[in-house]
């Protein structure tokens, strides 16, 4: 404990308080951080660099010389020490979520002239994608393609005007208002001082299995928005996601798309394409089940993917979460699966025709019509299940039962509306 006091400079102001955001094997793990870290910076130790910096915590350009900038309370001298890193994880991973994201506000000013600018945000962007998707992706596709930053930067707004430029500024309060819209971002962004290599959270994109014949080309649901939707979810439910039914490959039909997902037991996650060029969709919590009025929990969600990336969670309004009107013949229960609202005035809602829909402001996920009109005409719908765990393990300790074949074809029955149809 000496030599430590003797490396350090005189005690900041700050220390002592934010010392006592940790437990003291939390501290010892932090002391041994740092000292290993100085260690690689130069032979004396005192001091953490810039580039070691970088390579651990894998955070670089612009974005990675900002964290470090603040860290070390702006002094340009390229000398981290142990107090500057106890007062800015107690800052920034121990705070009041203002203080955090206060702290982020201050992060995304890469240009350090008190303005986030939209340049600003994009080049954090760039750094965010470098560093969740795959290494393979990046080197074969280059840099991260327009098209899928400026879904991100689209949803937000610049709402302040910057004295004497031309450009306009995002706000705390327009941060705070994107972050609601993209967690994704908020969840990485809120993370940069976990190591990478133990699960940084806002890292972890789940891996997407599709059938054998099907042309990538053909599918919506690339890494960009998978990694978007995934951040409101658990990290169970990040692993794995396949499949289940797309219409230009199954057949643009309502009882295709039914005996397709029936299998699945765990959440799935509706995905459509309208003639618009508009791409939006659902997170279902519950099965795709036979009712004739609203049902789910308040797991469920709505997003947009393009032409920006918006999730709307619900808002605690109503429980009209999820619709699943099958063979009924009363024009008060509208034969579909939807999302949200009220009957005919749906948040999101898929006709058993499965050639038209609606979309509406509704107060149910305090989202707004997800297109550009409310009716909706689908050029592609499809639809992906996730993957758990423990739903592996009970399909291997079940598969090619009597008892599983049983469940299955009662599930359809279910859907149809035809395995109660005696009672």
Same mark, same amino acid.
């Given at each position: 404990?000496?030599?430590?006091?003797?490396q350090?400079?005189?005690? *900041?102001?700050? &220390?002592?308080?934010?010392?006592?955001?940790?437990?003291?094997?939390?501290?010892?793990?932090?002391?041994?951080?740092f000292?290993?870290?100085?260690a690689?910076?130069?032979?004396?130790?005192?001091?953490?660099?810039?580039?070691v910096?970088?390579?651990y915590?894998?955070?670089?350009?612009?974005?990675?010389?900002?964290?470090?900038?603040?860290?070390?309370?702006?002094?340009?001298?390229?000398?981290?020490?142990?107090?500057?890193?106890?007062?800015?994880k107690?800052?920034y991973?121990?705070?009041?979520?203002?203080?955090?994201?206060?702290?982020?506000?201050?992060?995304?000013?890469?240009?350090?002239? @008190?303005?986030?600018?939209?340049?600003?945000?994009?080049?954090v962007?760039?750094?965010?994608?470098?560093?969740?998707?795959s290494?393979?992706?990046?080197?074969?596709?280059?840099?991260?393609k327009?098209?899928?930053?400026?879904?991100?930067?689209?949803?937000?707004?610049? +709402?302040?005007?910057?004295q004497?430029h031309?450009?306009?500024?995002?706000?705390?309060?327009?941060?705070?208002?994107?972050?609601?819209?993209?967690?994704?971002?908020?969840?990485?962004?809120?993370?940069?001082?976990?190591?990478?290599?133990?699960?940084?959270? @806002?890292?972890?994109?789940?891996?997407?299995?599709?059938w054998?014949?099907?042309?990538?080309?053909?599918?919506?649901?690339?890494?960009?928005?998978?990694?978007?939707?995934?951040?409101?979810?658990?990290?169970?439910?990040?692993?794995?996601?396949?499949?289940?039914?797309?219409? +230009?490959?199954?057949?643009?039909? &309502?009882?295709t !798309?039914l005996?397709?997902?029936?299998?699945?037991? @765990?959440?799935?996650?509706?995905?459509?394409?309208?003639?618009? @060029?508009?791409?939006?969709?659902?997170?279902a919590?519950?099965?795709?089940?036979r009712?004739?009025?609203?049902?789910?929990?308040?797991?469920? !969600?709505?997003?947009?993917?393009?032409? *920006?990336?918006?999730?709307?969670?619900?808002?605690?309004?109503?429980?009209?979460?999820?619709?699943?009107?099958v063979?009924?013949?009363?024009?008060?229960?509208?034969?579909?699966?939807? !999302?949200?609202?009220?009957?005919?005035?749906?948040?999101?809602?898929?006709?058993? +025709?499965?050639?038209?829909?609606?979309? !509406?402001?509704?107060?149910?996920?305090?989202?707004?019509?997800?297109?550009?009109? +409310?009716?909706?005409?689908?050029e592609?719908?499809?639809?992906?299940?996730?993957?758990?765990?423990?739903?592996?393990?009970k399909?291997?300790?079940?598969?090619?039962?009597?008892?599983?074949?049983?469940?299955?074809?009662? *599930?359809m029955?279910?859907?149809?509306?035809?395995?109660?149809?005696?009672?």
């Amino acid at each position: 404990m000496g030599n430590s006091q003797s490396q350090s400079p005189p005690a *900041h102001p700050r &220390f002592a308080s934010a010392s006592r955001a940790f437990a003291q094997k939390e501290l010892e793990d932090l002391r041994s951080l740092f000292f290993s870290l100085a260690a690689q910076s130069q032979p004396n130790g005192r001091h953490v660099s810039l580039p070691v910096f970088q390579a651990y915590f894998r955070v670089r350009g612009p974005l990675g010389e900002r964290l470090f900038d603040l860290i070390t309370q702006k002094r340009k001298d390229g000398k981290l020490n142990f107090e500057d890193l106890v007062i800015a994880k107690a800052t920034y991973e121990k705070g009041t979520r203002d203080e955090i994201e206060d702290f982020i506000y201050q992060l995304l000013d890469v240009g350090d002239d @008190g303005n986030v600018t939209r340049s600003d945000l994009e080049s954090v962007m760039i750094t965010v994608f470098d560093s969740v998707f795959s290494p393979k992706r990046v080197q074969t596709a280059g840099s991260p393609k327009q098209e899928d930053l400026h879904i991100f930067l689209d949803s937000t707004n610049f +709402s302040e005007t910057v004295q004497g430029h031309g450009d306009r500024r995002m706000s705390l309060e327009d941060l705070r208002r994107w972050f609601a819209l993209v967690p994704s971002v908020r969840k990485f962004l809120g993370s940069l001082l976990v190591p990478a290599d133990s699960g940084r959270p @806002g890292s972890q994109v789940p891996r997407l299995s599709c059938w054998n014949n099907v042309d990538s080309g053909e599918i919506i649901l690339n890494e960009e928005y998978a990694w978007h939707i995934g951040g409101v979810l658990s990290e169970g439910e990040l692993e794995h996601w396949k499949l289940l039914y797309h219409s +230009s490959l199954s057949g643009l039909s &309502f009882s295709t !798309f039914l005996g397709s997902i029936n299998n699945s037991e @765990g959440p799935t996650i509706l995905i459509i394409k309208d003639r618009e @060029g508009h791409i939006y969709g659902g997170y279902a919590s519950q099965p795709w089940e036979r009712h004739s009025e609203f049902y789910g929990d308040m797991k469920s !969600f709505l997003f947009q993917l393009y032409p *920006h990336a918006s999730i709307y969670r619900p808002t605690g309004a109503n429980r009209n979460v999820q619709w699943c009107a099958v063979n009924f013949t009363s024009e008060e229960i509208p034969n579909g699966i939807g !999302f949200g609202g009220r009957v005919n005035h749906f948040g999101l809602f898929i006709s058993a +025709s499965f050639d038209q829909g609606q979309t !509406f402001a509704c107060t149910t996920f305090g989202s707004p019509c997800l297109s550009t009109a +409310s009716r909706i005409l689908p050029e592609v719908i499809e639809c992906w299940g996730v993957v758990q765990k423990k739903q592996l393990e009970k399909q291997d300790a079940v598969k090619g039962t009597i008892l599983e074949r049983f469940k299955e074809d009662r *599930h359809m029955l279910n859907m149809v509306g035809l395995a109660n149809s005696s009672e």
